[in-house]
Nanobody
Framework: QVQLVESGGGLVQTGGSLRLSCAASGLIFSTYAMAWFRQAPGKEREFLAIIGRSAGNIKYADSVKGRFTISRDNDKNTVYLQMNSLKPEDTATYYC???????????????????WGQGTQVTVSS
C-alpha cells in the first residue's frame, strides 16, 4: 500500500530554518505530483507548495513564497520542503500529500489528493 512518511520537524527559533522530508513507497513516485500542506490547531489545512512530475512545475502559496522551497528526488522517492526565515505563525503540523499526475495542472485543494502522510510538527518560538 501507499505510504508517505514525513520527517524533519522540530522546534526552531524565529528566523531559523528546517528541511522537511517525505519518503514515499508503494507508488510510482515519478508519476505523482507531491504537495505540502500544514494545519494549525483550530484552523483548516492550508496548501503550501506543490511540485509536479516535472521538477520545474511548481506552485507556492503566497504565505510562503520566497521563504519555502519544494524539491523532489525521484531516485530516492522523496520530496523536500526547505523552510527558511521561519516565523511563529508557521507553527503547525506539516503534511505531505500525493496525487497521480494525470495532468500538468497543479491542484491546491486537499480533496484533490489521494494519499497523505501522518504529519510532522513544526514549532517556531518567538
Amino acid at each position: 500500500q501507499v505510504q508517505l512518511v514525513e520527517s524533519g520537524g522540530g522546534l526552531v527559533q524565529t528566523g531559523g530554518s528546517l528541511r522537511l522530508s517525505c519518503a514515499a513507497s508503494g507508488l510510482i513516485f515519478s508519476t505523482y505530483a507531491m504537495a505540502w500542506f500544514r494545519q494549525a490547531p483550530g484552523k483548516e489545512r492550508e496548501f503550501l507548495a506543490i511540485i509536479g512530475r516535472s521538477a520545474g512545475n511548481i506552485k507556492y502559496a503566497d504565505s510562503v513564497k520566497g521563504r519555502f522551497t519544494i524539491s523532489r528526488d525521484n531516485d530516492k522517492n522523496t520530496v523536500y520542503l526547505q523552510m527558511n526565515s521561519l516565523k511563529p505563525e508557521d507553527t503547525a503540523t506539516y503534511y505531505c500529500a500525493a496525487r497521480w499526475a494525470d495532468t500538468t495542472t497543479l491542484f491546491t485543494a486537499t480533496r484533490r489528493y489521494n494519499y497523505w502522510g501522518q504529519g510532522t510538527q513544526v514549532t517556531v518560538s518567538s
